[in-house]
C-alpha cells in the first residue's frame, strides 16, 4: 500500500474515533442529583453534584461557558472557574466552581425565577464546552439552544430544580 494511502486511512480513522467518541461522552454521562450550594454570591458559587460516569475514559472538563438569554436579550454569563475531572465508570461527586458575570443581581434573579416558575420558558442559552481525555480534546458548542431542552437532555426533573433552589 503506498504511504499516502496510509496516511489517508489514518486521518479517516482518527476522524471516525473523534466522532464516536464525541456521542459516547454525551451518551455515557448522567447526572443524578445536586448535593449542596456554597459560596453563593452575585459574582458565583460551587454547586456539589453527583454524576456518573460510564464511560471507560476519565472525562476531563478545562473550560466552559454558558451565556444566558431571556427573550433574546443576553441577561447573563456563566463560566467555570477551574477544571472538572470525572473518573471513568463510577459516580461521583464534583464540585462545579462557577462565576456569574450580569449585569445587575435582579438579572440572576429572574432567570432562576424563570426556571422555577416556567421551566425556562422564553430562556435560550449558547454554550461552548471544551473537553476530553488525556489524549482526546473535544469542543461541545450550540447557539440558541431552549434551557427547557437542556434540562430535559441532563434528565433534570422539577424535584431536581427544587432541590437546587431549597440549597440555595
Known sequence: ???????????????????????????????????????????GA????????????????????????????KVATIELRDKIVLPKRSTSRILIPLRFDTENTFSFQRVIRNLIDKRGLGTTIDYRVRAGTKLLKLTFSDKNVAVSEILNNFALSNDSLKELIELI
Do not use: Q
Not at 54 to 72: E, F, P
Open 46 to 73: 460551587n454547586i456539589w453534584v453527583d454524576v456518573r460516569n460510564d464511560w471507560s475514559h476519565a472525562l476531563v472538563i478545562k473550560k466552559g461557558k454558558v451565556d444566558v438569554m431571556m427573550h433574546g436579550k
Open 1 to 43: 500500500m503506498p504511504k499516502y494511502l496510509r496516511y489517508i486511512a489514518t486521518v479517516v480513522l482518527f476522524l471516525f474515533s473523534v466522532n464516536r467518541a464525541h456521542a459516547d461522552i454525551l451518551d455515557n454521562f448522567h447526572f443524578e442529583r445536586f448535593v449542596a450550594v456554597t459560596h453563593l454570591s452575585s459574582s
